[in-house]
């Protein structure tokens, strides 16, 4: 099983910012996945049989992505210093 560390960096501005919590804006989830996905250089999953939001990041927030997989399937866990943000399951191609 593979297994690596990336850093993430949620935008300071975004389109989606304007509706998810005016005044105080919150990295919404399906943006935070779309980030985890960049980071992993691949293509959109084909499914997310598992995901787990924790806490709410910030515009701006760094956090780091724990990924542990064998190609078809890849399991996450996002934190941001030493407090889970979300985890779950990626899966890709036909293995969904």
């Avoid at 956090?63 to 542990?68: N, Q, S």
């Amino acid at each position: 099983m593979t297994q690596r560390e990336v850093m993430i960096h949620a935008p300071l501005s975004h389109p989606c910012y304007e509706g998810h919590f005016p005044g105080h804006p919150v990295v919404p989830g399906v943006l935070l996945i779309e980030l985890i996905v960049e980071a992993l250089g691949r293509g959109a999953p084909a499914s997310l049989p598992q995901v787990k939001f924790v806490r709410p990041i910030a515009p701006g927030d760094n956090c780091i992505v724990r990924l542990a997989g064998d190609g078809a399937r890849v399991s996450f866990r996002c934190e941001r210093g030493s407090q889970p943000v979300a985890e779950g399951v990626l899966v890709f191609g036909s293995a969904a």
